[in-house]
């Protein structure tokens, strides 16, 4: 990931415990939060603050910025993504929520098809998720969640190894049938990676 080295401070008081605001750019991929490159100081270290998706207004704490108004991200104190500032709010004491950084997660699909008996077959797929790029270091420990869909269906789940990989099988399924896997979901702990890639296959029996 790609930081700039310039940053213009300023000073805003938001909440009476700090007032140490900075801007900057970075690029990142936090799926269903968006960085406008607010920086606070809580005290320890400068974190990054999250904002609501682009046309989303409804946290109480709000920011403009370039001419358009943000909504800051509010969570309950103690959760996981706790940025250690705190605000009070018509419904009591809430917690910035900080910006996690993650890279992009692509993701590789392939499959291939395995007689069982006569004209019965099961499907294998092999799911490849690395990072930014299909060339890119492999993202391990990672739980992804997919789909079956077609001539079979069913919903999956399960955690990339050292390769960035995880693999499933299908049930039996019918020659000439078409099988198709999804991947819908990828997450580390509560945090969903934005995808890239290819995301979802099929194959024909």
């Known amino acids: 990931m790609k930081k700039t080295n310039f940053y213009v401070r300023i000073?805003?008081?938001?909440?009476?415990?700090?007032?140490?605001?900075?801007?900057?750019?970075?690029?990142?991929?936090?799926?269903?939060?968006?960085?406008?490159g607010l920086r606070v100081y809580n005290g320890t270290q400068v974190v990054?603050?999250?904002?609501e998706p682009a046309g989303t207004l409804t946290s109480p704490l709000r920011i403009a910025k370039n001419g358009a108004i943000y909504g800051i991200v509010l969570v309950d104190p103690g959760d996981p993504n706790d940025s250690g500032l705190r605000i009070q709010t018509n419904s009591g004491i809430k917690a910035l929520r900080k910006y996690v950084f993650l890279p992009t997660a692509y993701v590789s699909i392939s499959m291939w098809k395995q007689q069982v008996f006569l004209n019965s077959y099961v499907v294998h797929v092999t799911v490849t998720v690395t990072e930014n790029s299909p060339s890119g270091s492999p993202i391990v420990g990672v739980t992804l969640r997919g789909t079956w869909s077609g001539a079979y269906n069913a919903t999956v789940s399960g955690t990339t190894d050292a390769n960035g990989r995880v693999s499933f099988t299908s049930g039996w399924v019918g020659i000439g049938s078409t099988v198709?896997?999804?991947?819908?979901?990828?997450?580390?702990?509560?945090?969903?990676?934005?995808?890239?890639?290819?995301?979802?296959?099929?194959?024909g029996i």
Do not use: H, P, R, W
């Open 11 to 36: 000073s805003i008081l938001l909440v009476a415990c700090f007032s140490l605001i900075i801007f900057t750019q970075e690029i990142s991929a936090e799926k269903g939060f968006q960085d406008i």
């Open 48 to 51: 990054a603050i999250a904002a």
């Open 180 to 203: 198709t896997f999804t991947v819908n979901k990828i997450t580390i702990g509560s945090i969903e990676y934005d995808l890239a890639g290819q995301t979802s296959a099929s194959i």
